[in-house]
């Protein structure tokens, strides 16, 4: 049984930092790739970025490119988002999510599995 858990998500200052991580489990086949998606109120979930269990290419958002960093740690289980640079358009709950056929598209009908999701505030 696959199972997504998200945590790292808080309150911070515009112009912070914060890492999530997203630790998984129960996966039955080798190559899948864990993204990461925010969802804000009322707006749609959007992809941030993903990452390759098998090999650790990943992909970005415009949005995300160079002040987000995505990576794993597969002795962990765990894929990390580093986000610096915080702003008040951030704010969101971040969800983690697995791509069980490694299509590496950051599209949200791609991922069937989820965590439950941690919320990110940015606030001064």
């Known amino acids: 049984q696959v199972q997504l858990v998200e945590s790292g998500g808080g309150l911070v200052q515009p112009g912070s930092s914060l890492r999530l991580s997203c630790v998984h489990s129960?996966?039955?086949?080798?190559?899948?790739?864990i993204a990461w998606f925010r969802q804000a109120p009322g707006k749609e979930r959007e992809g941030v970025s993903l990452?390759?269990?098998?090999?650790?290419?990943?992909y970005y958002k415009d949005f995300a490119k160079g002040r987000f960093t995505i990576s794993r740690d597969n002795a962990q289980s765990t894929v990390y988002l580093q986000m610096n640079s915080l702003s008040p358009q951030d704010p969101a709950v971040y969800y983690c999510?697995?791509?069980?056929?490694?299509?590496?598209?950051?599209?949200?009908?791609?991922?069937?599995?989820w965590g439950q999701g941690t919320q990110v505030t940015v606030s001064s």
């Open positions: 990452i390759s269990i098998s090999d650790g290419s990943t």
């Open positions: 129960g996966f039955t086949v080798e190559h899948y790739a």
């Open positions: 999510g697995a791509d069980i056929r490694h299509t590496l598209v950051l599209s949200e009908s791609e991922y069937v599995h």
